[in-house]
């Protein structure tokens, strides 16, 4: 699981073996890209050897705060690269799993003795450290002669988050030390049984009490629905992160302002504790109706009215006194999220009165550290607080939703979906600004969906400072997310072992690939989902390198796989048939960002992406592509007897979910967009405002409005839901 290129350091870059020849310049910044895991060759998506533009990579390496530009630059950069390795005594942060020993490098003055221990999170502390050989040769550090020793940290050091300490001499210093998992696997409480669930774009599911837009309740519903009557496992849901609560309003779930707050969007107002004290209700009452009455006239998702009328409810319910115990309860919650909550709140009261765009806002409140952020929150405690409230009010919904999702029979309950990245311009950008890499924007190369590539606009980590805290922020990240969750998906995980990084300005397709820690990100997750119980997917759909695939296997961690790109591709290139397919897996038969299956079955996701511009070769071909793509798999439904000569389109789409109850996958996801019959992709890749991303509501199959009531009674949604449950139900011996 290790792939080609590991370092002595222990970080496997995975870079090509075979390069083409390159002059001394060029021999130079090559170096340097691979000391800080840049790629410098690539295969594209048709498995071509794609060589990286010198410009590209002296921009990426800048943005990890590297100059690269001239000859002179690198050669000061190598050397600075050598010192900083040798200055340290101890590694920034150590990795090692709870099944093997863990070696790791001391740096202490040449012939000097070096004691290690390790201190326990709960305060233990632990020796049996011992030493092992290493020949590398001392480094003259401006006359004082270095030398390094290798130490190994025994097997059956418990998970958790510890730290290593060294005594040299007079010198003493500690790291961080990470013990994670070496498999994760399936929740103790799945057993060993196949489990469905459903996946929804939570936004898009309305109910006659919601506010234009699906919320918490609503999910709750369809969790009871999809739990009690159809013995679903879980739901899927789409990220709920956190947007900017400014005019306009962020559509796109997978760019939020924040990936470690909710948006607030998703409360039910008349599930807080304090409406019911609220003395003006009927107030509530009609912004709510008057938000509903819109929505019933528009053809769309209207955030910016939905969060203008809940935003005023919230801040009627916001000002009603709370009990002795409440008042407690929010003490609580405001200290266990400490300065996250604090920076998060702030920013969301400056975007209110400077904008949505912190690099556009003053110069005294770019930066929250600053005095002047200090002062602002001082002068407006109420407004930042207020924001502080909020996310308490979403922590008791999200609690709630999960509860009755459980309590309801689920195993798992609900799934929560973590975002890539998050927008440039937001709360997160701005809290978490000295640990991300600035002109550069993360995003993926063409593939055969997106062949121009994609620009996602987000600034990624940066992995180097990201190991110099220990991981902390990410650690924050995933435990928050699974705080109220049986579940994480993980959206491009892949992001957690390279990242495509594009130069400010430049096309999708002048960027590069870089490394991070995968061993520390993916054990991380691991390690957090062992302690909530959780299952853990991650969607690694796309331009895959195969030993990814095979490393996330191998830690216990579930791939994702969508029918339609299913191949065989080692054999005849048609449909890979149900048994061959991945065991340890989330499998549907459609994604977010394809059309839902009604839609995929007519070749709309063909005429969209020609009608945007997106293709790079005629409608006319990719439609016969796409049909002899879709008969082959109408073949291999009547081939295993799920279709009928005079089969019609819900014959078929209940065709095709029953062929996933052939498969070995450990979890099977209907969309609930199937399940009614809509026809019209949420997203289309690619695009911004040229199609209603994240702002189609959920129809059925005449593109009349379905509502949350009318699921819970609807014969087709029923029909899926059975045939899943049947699927996955334990078949006797």
């Known amino acids: 699981c290790v792939p080609p290129g590991a370092d002595h350091m222990g970080r496997g870059y995975g870079l090509p073996s075979k390069m083409a020849p390159m002059t001394e310049l060029e021999a130079s910044l090559s170096e340097l890209a691979r000391r800080y895991g840049v790629a410098t060759e690539y295969h594209d998506w048709t498995g071509r050897p794609t060589t990286v533009a010198p410009a590209t990579l002296a921009a990426v390496l800048g943005a990890l705060g590297v100059p690269a530009d001239t000859e002179q630059d690198r050669a000061a ?144 519903d369809l969790a009871v629905w999809a739990g009690a009557r159809h013995g679903a496992s879980f739901v899927l849901v789409n990220p709920l992160h956190a947007a900017a609560p400014t005019k306009p309003m962020e559509p796109s779930p997978y760019l939020p302002t924040s990936r470690r707050f909710t948006n607030p969007l998703y409360l039910r107002v008349e599930a807080i504790p304090e409406f019911g004290s609220l003395p003006k209700r009927g107030r509530v009452a009609k912004l709510r109706d008057d938000v509903q009455s819109r929505a019933r006239r528009h053809d769309g998702i209207d955030r910016d009215a939905a969060w203008a009328a809940k935003r005023t409810a919230l801040k009627l319910v916001y000002r009603v006194p709370r009990s002795a115990g409440r008042e407690l309860a929010f003490e609580a919650y405001k200290a266990r999220e400490g300065t996250a909550l604090d920076d998060f709140a702030t920013w969301c009261a400056l975007a209110e009165k400077y904008g949505g765009d912190w690099r556009r806002w003053p110069a005294g409140f770019q930066h929250p550290a600053s005095p002047e952020v200090a002062e602002f929150v001082d002068r407006h405690q109420r407004a930042v607080d207020f924001h502080r409230w909020l996310q308490w009010q979403l922590d008791d919904q999200l609690a709630g939703a999960q509860s009755q999702a459980v309590r309801t029979g689920m195993a798992l309950g609900i799934m929560h979906d973590l975002a890539v990245g998050v927008h440039p311009t937001g709360a997160d950008a701005w809290a978490l600004q000295d640990l991300l890499a600035l002109g550069v924007s993360a995003g993926a190369p063409p593939d055969e969906y997106n062949q121009l590539g994609q620009d996602w606009s987000q600034p990624p980590w940066r992995p180097d400072l990201l190991e110099e805290v220990g991981y902390q922020p990410f650690r924050a990240l995933i435990e928050a997310i699974l705080r109220h969750a049986g579940g994480v998906r993980i959206d491009h995980i892949i992001g957690l072992f390279r990242l495509w990084w594009i130069p400010q300005g430049a096309a999708p397709t002048a960027g590069t690939y870089v490394r991070y820690d995968h061993e520390a990100m993916i054990g991380i997750v691991a390690l957090e989902a062992v302690r909530a119980g959780a299952v853990v997917v991650g969607e690694d759909l796309g331009t895959v390198e195969p030993w990814v695939r095979h490393y996330l296997h191998a830690r216990g961690l579930l791939g994702t796989s969508i029918l339609w790109f299913e191949l065989d591709r080692d054999g005849h290139g048609g449909p890979l048939e149900a048994e061959r397919w991945r065991e340890l897996c989330l499998s549907s038969v459609t994604t977010h960002d394809l059309p839902p299956t009604p839609g995929y079955l007519a070749g709309e996701h063909v005429r969209l992406r020609h009608a945007l511009g997106l293709l790079t070769r005629s409608a006319e071909d990719e439609l016969a592509d796409d049909r002899a793509e879709q008969q082959a798999w109408m073949g291999e439904l009547r081939r295993v007897g799920l279709l009928g000569a005079d089969a019609d389109e819900e014959d078929v789409i209940l065709g095709l979910y029953r062929y996933l109850g052939r498969t070995p996958s450990r979890l099977l996801a209907l969309s609930l967009a199937d399940a009614v019959g809509d026809r019209r992709a949420q997203n289309q890749p690619g695009t911004t405002d040229e199609y209603p991303n994240w702002r189609v509501p959920l129809t059925d199959s005449d593109g009349d409005p379905v509502l949350v009531e009318h699921i819970l009674t609807d014969p087709r949604a029923a029909a899926l839901a059975e045939a899943l449950r049947v699927a996955t139900a334990p078949q006797p011996d």
């Open 77 to 220: 950069a190598l050397s600075t690269h050598d010192r900083r390795h040798w200055s340290r005594a101890l590694p920034p942060t150590i990795v090692g799993r709870n099944d093997a020993e863990t070696a790791f490098w001391v740096h202490v003055t040449h012939g000097d003795p070096a004691h290690i221990w390790v201190r326990l999170e709960d305060g233990t502390v632990r020796t049996g450290v011992r030493q092992a050989d290493n020949f590398t040769p001392p480094f003259d550090l401006d006359g004082r002669l270095v030398g390094e020793a290798t130490f190994v940290l025994p097997a059956d050091l418990p998970l958790g988050y510890h730290r290593v300490h060294l005594r040299s001499g007079d010198h003493e210093t500690s790291t961080p030390l990470i013990i994670t998992p070496s498999w994760l696997g399936m929740p103790a409480r799945l057993g060993a049984r196949r489990s469905w669930g459903l996946a929804t774009q939570l936004y898009s599911v309305r109910s006659k009490d919601s506010w234009g837009m699906g919320d918490l309740a609503d999910l709750a």
